[in-house]
């Protein structure tokens, strides 16, 4: 999830887990003993957060903070060894091994795939969410019950480029433009003579190619899956996404990073040779520190109304025993409360997961002081989550192989998104 505060996130398959997920409810048992404590009384939670850089020192301090005014708690914040991207790998292994953390920082997308283990605790009685963020709200409620706490909240919106625009004679973005304007603009934008783009989109396939198409699937009508889960629900409207990426492509106006995380694509953008990239607040640290003169505007839509996306990430707790699970749920818990919330993300560049947190001053006078940011504060409000599914990651993996396709002009709109639905069909027809 992190840059100087985080990185687009690379939301990985998760495929070849499956079988290890569905191992680790009877070789978990085989694993610790249960309450864990020290002399004393103490009870250690041992938490594998993945944060590096700006984020793991803001995370440090919160800890330290927590076993300052906890006694008889002791967070041990080792990380897990491996970043935020390959946690689920780690923790996978963990949980088939009979060795895994108390609380661990679980993508929102995995959440429902993790949960088949029974070692993950269910925190519908503990956990009090009704300030949080709607879209907080359903990135960790699994089948109608709570399965994490909230960790870290975002939202997609359009950045762009101040400099670029004047140069090219364009009005900025404002609220309620389309996605014909977005492409007509960065169709304008494009300079080849000076390796401008208009725009950008990472090509690798993984869910940071595909959690960007679904504000345009959902202003359309269409959703992931229908409400029998049986088949994908975006069948009717995707040739008309696919069709918007083609335009872009067929205008020579995009950008399109061949490399896992959107590395390159920000690259291109920091330096000056890109008009707008959609992204989270995550990437507005290292467009100020670059000095660039930027802009924030809403997502575009087919309709002109608003609407966009939150990829919420949470703190996932694991079941080492009733003592272990009463301690971690406290600490996940205490981060959650808008005192920490806050700094939590003005410290490690997140947004509020409470509409109290956003109400605090300390929040608002951080929002007022970076430009941009309350444009995706304000796009909570319409913000959308992907289903929290176990089918979830098997749909994004084809539908990120067909929009490759359609990005690097393998297959056409309608082909790409024919053979996309026949083969998420078919996976759900088995899982249903």
Same mark, same amino acid.
């Given at each position: 999830m992190p840059s100087p505060i985080r990185r687009a996130p690379t939301r990985r398959d998760i495929l070849r887990f499956t079988a290890a997920l569905a191992a680790a409810g009877t070789l978990a048992a085989c694993g610790k003993s249960s309450d864990d404590e020290e002399a004393g009384g103490v009870v250690t939670v041992d938490l594998w957060h993945g944060q590096t850089d700006t984020g793991k020192k803001a995370l440090d301090a919160l800890i330290k903070q927590f076993n300052e005014t906890h006694p008889l708690i002791k967070v041990v914040g080792g990380g897990g060894g491996v970043t935020a991207d390959s946690m689920l790998q780690k923790v996978t292994a963990g949980l088939a091994a009979g060795s895994f953390p108390d609380?661990?920082?679980?993508?929102?997308?995995?959440?429902?795939?993790?949960?088949r283990s029974p070692k993950v605790a269910?925190?519908?009685?503990?956990?009090?969410?009704?300030?949080?963020?709607?879209?907080?709200?359903?990135?960790?409620?699994?089948?109608?019950k709570v399965r994490a706490a909230p960790a870290l909240l975002d939202s997609l919106c359009v950045v762009y480029n101040k400099k670029l625009f004047a140069a090219a004679g364009l009005p900025e973005p404002k609220a309620g433009w389309t996605w014909d304007d977005f492409t007509s603009t960065a169709q304008k934008l494009n300079n080849p003579a000076k390796g401008?783009?208009?725009?950008?989109?990472?090509?690798?396939?993984?869910?940071?190619?595909?959690?960007?198409?679904?504000?345009?699937?959902?202003?359309?009508g269409g959703n992931v899956v229908s409400e029998d889960g049986k088949s994908v629900a975006f069948d009717k409207v995707g040739e008309q996404v696919f069709g918007t990426l083609d335009r872009l492509r067929t205008d020579k106006s995009l950008y399109i990073d061949p490399?896992?995380?959107?590395?390159?694509?920000?690259?291109?953008?920091?330096g000056g040779r890109m008009g707008m990239v959609a992204t989270g607040p995550w990437q507005l640290p290292d467009v100020i520190d670059k000095g660039v003169d930027y802009g924030v505007a809403p997502l575009p839509s087919y309709s002109g109304k608003p609407v966009t996306i939150s990829g919420p990430d949470t703190w996932t707790v694991f079941?080492?025993?009733?003592?272990?699970?009463? /301690? !971690?749920?406290?600490?996940? *818990?205490?981060?959650?409360?808008?005192?920490?919330?806050?700094?939590w993300d003005i410290? $490690?560049?997140?947004?509020?997961?409470?509409?109290?947190? /956003? !109400?605090?001053?300390?929040? *608002?006078?951080?929002?007022?002081?970076?430009?941009?940011?309350?444009?995706?504060?304000? $796009?909570?409000e319409t913000a959308r989550v992907r289903p929290v599914i176990a089918a979830y990651p098997k749909i994004s993996q084809q539908l990120g192989q067909a929009t490759v396709a359609v990005l690097l002009g393998r297959k056409s709109p309608g082909d790409a998104l024919g053979e996309c639905v026949r083969q998420c069909n078919a996976l759900l027809a088995v899982l249903s």
């Open positions: 609380v661990a920082y679980i993508f929102g997308s995995d959440l429902a795939s993790m949960t269910d925190l519908s009685a503990s956990l009090d969410l009704k300030d949080c963020w709607p879209a907080a709200r359903e990135a960790v409620t699994v089948q109608g401008v783009f208009g725009t950008g989109w990472p090509g690798v396939g993984d869910e940071d190619t595909v959690w960007r198409l679904w504000p345009m699937i959902w202003d359309l490399k896992p995380g959107g590395e390159q694509l920000y690259q291109v953008f920091l079941d080492n025993g009733k003592a272990r699970v009463k /301690a !971690a749920t406290e600490f996940v *818990k205490w981060l959650n409360d808008p005192q920490q919330d806050v700094r410290e $490690a560049g997140s947004l509020p997961v409470s509409t109290t947190t /956003a !109400a605090l001053p300390a929040w *608002k006078k951080h929002a007022a002081s970076t430009k941009g940011l309350q444009v995706f504060v304000d $796009a909570l």
